[in-house]
């Protein structure tokens, strides 16, 4: 697929993250870790035959690792967390909006980083930076979530089963 329509759904679905979560949605287990989990078994795919590890290459991957788990935490602290319903909600914040610009201008710096080193096309996925930033927003709201005692929402998708009754 052509780099530009990568960047370009990229940002689209970042977009529509931050929209969504500007307004307010539940927190669900299975949506905090699966996106992330999905992303990062393809970015093994993508390096499982890989066979050339200069240092540049393993230095940029170590740094990449760093830096989008670490701007995922800070952006997981930064969203607010709240009971409704009974449930667990998120919302991002400003500070949130902040952190995810951040988080872009260091990948901007990575990327030209790492061509300044040398590293190659190969260590640089997108989908591996991504899904390394949202396991990083996923760790610390996951983990804020479960200290706060308020249970996480379940989405049913099932919708022909018949409603739990209480005896």
């Known amino acids: 697929m052509h780099p530009a329509l990568i960047a370009i759904a990229v940002i689209a679905i970042i977009v529509f993250v931050i929209v969504r979560r500007f307004r307010g949605e539940p927190v669900d287990a299975k949506d905090l870790a699966v996106p992330p989990l999905i992303l990062l078994a393809i970015s093994i795919k993508d390096l499982w035959g890989f066979d050339h ?4 290459n393993i230095i940029f991957l170590a740094v990449s690792v ?9 952006r997981g602290a930064s ?3 709240f009971e409704k319903d009974g449930t667990l909600h998120q919302r991002y914040t400003v500070r949130t909006l902040i ?3 951040l988080s872009l201008a260091a990948s901007a710096c990575l990327h030209f980083g790492a061509q300044a080193i040398g590293a190659e096309e190969a ?8 899904g ?3 396991l990083g927003e996923a760790m610390t709201c996951g983990w804020r979530g479960l200290q706060s005692g308020v249970p ?3 989405r049913d998708t099932d919708t022909t089963a018949a409603p739990l009754r209480r005896p």
Do not use: H, N, Q, Y
């Not at 590890?53 to 540049?56: L, M, R």
């Open 132 to 134: 390394l930033s949202l």
């Open 53 to 56: 590890w200069t240092a540049a």
């Open 123 to 130: 260590v640089r996925p997108v989908t591996l930076s991504i």
């Open 152 to 154: 996480f929402s379940v």
């Open 99 to 101: 952190v995810w610009a």
């Open 66 to 74: 760093a830096v989008g788990i670490g701007f995922g935490m800070l």
């Open 79 to 81: 969203t607010v967390l």
